[in-house]
């Protein structure tokens, strides 16, 4: 899976010269938390959220007048509160590389760039919570098992055997890390099998079956 299956396009940009005030609106009309800034050119210069513009907000606090405050608030433009170090992805980039750097800076949203660093894209969060769910068949209903099985070489394959040799269908299948460096972990989706028959299966090839449950496409 890569970005461009995922991510959000076309994406709406705005440019450093537009108000505060109507880059907020434009975020709350539109259900967004964050807007690419381009130049003239249409080339990625910034990116601004909505927590950057309310920041800018003056406090409810202050002693200004109405009169005053909008005064304020009309001079403030994107490029006084958008972030100018911007960190982006490709189209063609691995999901979870896009993933790994929103996890590894606490960002919720890249912005998705051409080979110009034009914005062609918004990849969130939510898109990847969406792609964990595909991959991990969670709109499907099946047998969802989790192994702790030997780190060894055609361990997937063994298991990949076995649910055919049952009359499975393995629906998606993913893996994690354990504690125990010789072991790794697995989670299987599958379908056409009778539980504890697969289990006992799965066990008597030295697999270590942690959790069975029966998984409705709506849990």
């Given amino acids: 899976m890569f970005v461009r299956d995922n991510m959000s396009s076309p994406p709406i940009t705005i440019t450093p010269d537009v108000p505060f005030q109507e880059a907020l609106k434009i975020m709350r009309d539109n259900h967004f938390r964050r807007l690419p800034v381009v130049d003239k050119n249409g080339k990625l210069v910034g990116i601004v959220s909505e927590r950057d513009l309310l920041y800018a907000s003056p406090s409810p606090a ?9 005064y304020l608030l009309s001079k403030i433009t994107v490029e006084k509160v958008m972030t100018k170090n911007v960190v982006t992805t490709t189209p063609d980039t691995p999901l979870e590389r896009a993933a790994y750097q929103l996890a590894q800076h606490k960002f919720g ?27 991990f068949g969670g709109g499907e209903t099946g047998l969802r098992l989790t192994l702790h099985v030997p780190g060894n070489k055609g361990v997937l394959a063994k298991i990949a055997t076995a649910v055919f040799e049952q009359n499975g269908n ?14 790794k972990g697995i989670v299987l989706k599958v379908t056409g099998v009778e539980e504890k028959q697969l289990i006992n299966v799965l066990e008597s090839l030295g697999d270590h079956v942690i959790d069975a449950r029966v998984c409705s496409g709506t849990e």
Avoid: R
Wanted: no cysteine.
């Fill in 62 to 70: 202050s002693t200004l007048s109405v009169w005053e405050m909008n």
């Fill in 109 to 135: 949203g890249l912005p998705v760039v051409d080979e110009d660093n034009h914005p062609v894209g918004i990849i969130t969060e939510t898109d990847i919570f969406k792609a964990l769910v595909e991959m």
């Fill in 170 to 183: 393995i629906i998606s299948v993913g893996t994690f890390d354990v504690d125990d460096p010789g072991q």
